[in-house]
């Protein structure tokens, strides 16, 4: 009976032994996955582009726009009237965005 006991708590060990070796390894390889996780992610946002950042970016637009008409009435008794009419509008300007150096959470 105790040779039955001594086995019984010889395999609760071992496997004791293989999950403590696992999660050994597991730790020590969190560095390397972490960092592995990390690169993923700044490839990524590498692959977007260039990041919009509200603290260090200004913006102007250029937009015209131009329209003439011109309408014209003739009728029975009434004389022709035309009416001619042009509006311009002008609107200008550039978007200026800084590089990333100038960022607080850039080390």
Do not use: H
């Amino acid at each position: 009976m105790f040779i039955r006991l001594n086995k019984g708590a010889q395999s609760t060990l071992e496997y004791a032994v293989i999950i403590a070796v696992v999660v050994a390894g597991l730790v020590a390889m969190q560095v390397y996955i972490k960092r592995g996780f990390q690169g993923r992610l700044r490839q990524a946002s590498d692959d977007i582009g260039e990041q919009f950042s509200p603290g260090n970016t200004t913006g102007t637009t250029t937009t015209t726009s131009s329209v003439t008409s011109e309408e014209t009435v003739t009728g029975g008794a009434a004389p022709v009237t035309t009416t001619s009419s042009t509006q311009t509008q002008t609107r200008s300007g550039n978007e200026n965005v800084a590089d990333s150096t100038q960022e607080d959470w850039v080390k």
